[in-house]
């Protein structure tokens, strides 16, 4: 018992550094997406440093949704392959441990990082992208240069909503722009014009946006008339000191932005849509399907590491990559699939799980009979011709 204690013991700590330097890299790779958005607020709206930081930290929870469950697999697919491939697998066999008898430790270690992702689901997610936004609309309010994103409609400024399709930053130069104003009591005014300008007035806080060459289209609600002008040159005002005290209200939530009691409250209190429903509840079942994919999706890897002991490791790694992209396959068309109202909720969000843990289940029996799966020919080859390219690549 005593051995069967430190073998355990050795095999979870060996998930452990591998799993970390997965989660620091892919987390890095993603956040290298949001490098040009990052960018673009130091350069152009004078954003401080700590503002950046404070963004970067709200946007880390959505980004470990993911790269947790990925590095779980990575941490005992890689661990097992090397143990494969150094024969310890074949010596713990030889000393009368069966794979079944190797499994608790990846069980304790996926439940762990199980625990950790619900962590972020349930509680990093919605508070981080609330927070994020709520920075976001700060940020816009104490500077329009915030709210005018190329090629985005930007609602951050209350009443106002902004279509930019370019900005020079340099002239404060407009293109083709697009600009709803409700700020009237009962008046939409829907200002459109091929060209404009931001000008700066002597007040810090009043910026005016100038329209050439445009048409505007006043729609009153009240009696549903319609009233077109084309104008030569056409000012709009923008009161920053007017709109943050306006602004002070509640933010309003997206579903992904509630806490799980808010959400759930929600949901009883009905929609007058399905298709609202079927997102709330497509929201909430997600909270708990993707942490319970570090369970599946490790429990995947464990026999696909032991592939390696009878094939080539690139077998093996390869069928962890076709099973991970067939994973991020199921869950992207059971997410469109429920929103469309095709299948339930809990089937769109549960099913790449099922799959998932029903393939794991399989190969972990098929490998303790000493019959290993072996993956069509034309993916073998093609696994290893992607392998010998990215070494030739990496070579000096």
């Known amino acids: 018992m005593k051995v069967f204690k430190r073998i355990h013991t050795y095999l979870f700590f060996e998930f452990i550094p591998p799993f970390a330097i997965s989660t620091f890299f892919l987390t890095s790779v993603f956040l290298m997406t949001r490098i040009p958005d990052i960018t673009n607020m130091v350069v152009n709206y004078n954003s401080s440093i700590t503002d950046i930081l404070l963004l970067i930290s709200y946007t880390l929870p959505r980004f470990m949704e993911f790269t947790i469950p990925m590095s779980t697999m990575i941490s005992v697919l890689l661990t097992i392959m090397r143990m494969s491939g150094e024969n310890e697998i074949i010596a713990l066999k030889g000393a009368g441990m069966s794979l079944y008898k190797l499994l608790p430790p990846v069980l304790i270690f996926s439940g762990i990082t199980l625990l950790i992702t619900m962590w972020v689901t349930v509680y990093g997610i919605p508070k981080g992208k609330l927070a994020l936004k709520v920075k976001t609309i700060e940020l816009a309010r104490s500077s329009i240069d915030a709210a005018l994103q190329e090629r985005q409609f930007n609602d951050q400024l209350d009443g106002i909503m902004i279509y930019v399709a370019h900005v020079d930053m340099g002239t404060r130069d407009l293109t083709d ?59 709009i005002n923008i009161d920053l000191t007017a709109m943050q005290k306006d602004g002070e209200r509640e933010v309003r939530k997206s579903f992904d932005e509630m806490g799980l009691h808010e959400l759930v409250q929600r949901i009883r209190n009905g929609f007058k849509t399905p298709e609202r429903e079927s997102e709330a509840r497509l929201v909430l079942h997600e909270k708990f399907s993707i942490p319970f994919a570090c369970l599946a999706l490790g429990m995947l890897a464990f026999p696909l590491g032991v592939q390696s002991t009878s094939f080539r490791k ?47 289940i399989f190969l972990l029996v098929r490998n303790a009979k000493e019959r290993p799966v072996r993956l069509p020919l034309w993916i073998r080859n093609l696994s290893a011709t992607v392998v010998a390219r990215f070494r ?5």
């Open 314 to 360: 690139s077998n093996g790694f390869g069928m962890g990559l076709g099973f991970f992209l067939l994973y991020y396959l199921l869950l992207a068309l059971g997410w469109s699939g429920g929103e469309a109202g095709r299948y339930p909720p809990v089937i769109a969000m549960w099913l790449p799980n099922v799959v998932m843990g029903i393939a794991g």
């Open 392 to 396: 030739k690549r990496i070579k000096p």
């Open 177 to 235: 722009v697009f600009i709803e104003d409700r700020r009237t009591a009962d008046m939409v005014s829907i200002s459109t014009a091929p060209r404009g300008r931001l000008v700066r007035q002597e007040n810090q806080d009043l910026y005016t946006i100038r329209l050439y060459d445009g048409m505007i289209n006043q729609v009153n609600v009240q009696d549903h008339s319609v009233t077109n002008i084309n104008f030569g040159h056409y000012d």
